[in-house]
Nanobody, 115 residues
Framework: QLQLVESGGGLVQPGGSLRLSCAAS????????MGWYRQAPGKQRELVAS???????DYVDSVKGRFTISRDNAKNTVYLQMNSLKPDDTAVYYC?????????WGQGTQVTVSS
């Protein structure tokens, strides 16, 4: 059974930076896509960024130019570098890992952007 362990959330001032990490373990199957979702209270969960095993990256428009997703295939770990953070970025961020027939979710980590 694949498991995802997240870290790196916290409280940061507007304009600050955070780096989220997500390590995958316990799977004997290849992970095709890893990504980050976020969900604020009362709002839909949205896909923030994703990256394929070959390195193709995609971002939601609201974070383009500010967030960078990266992946270490040897470690089965995905990162989300978040710069120039805004209060609207406040949400619970969830790591995801997609395989051929299933998707696994992390436990979520809180990111709060506030003065």
């Amino acid at each position: 059974q694949l498991q995802l362990v997240e870290s790196g959330g916290g409280l940061v001032q507007p304009g600050g930076s955070l780096r989220l990490s997500c390590a995958a373990s316990g799977s004997g199957f290849s992970i095709h896509v890893m990504g980050w979702y976020r969900q604020a209270p009362g709002k839909q969960r949205e896909l923030v960024a994703s990256i394929t095993r070959s390195g193709y990256r995609d971002y939601v428009d609201s974070v383009k130019g500010r967030f960078t997703i990266s992946r270490d295939n040897a470690k089965n770990t995905v990162y989300l570098q978040m710069n120039s953070l805004k209060p609207d970025d406040t949400a619970v961020y969830y790591c995801s890992a997609a395989r051929a027939a299933s998707t696994t979710w992390g436990q979520g980590t809180q990111v709060t952007v506030s003065s």
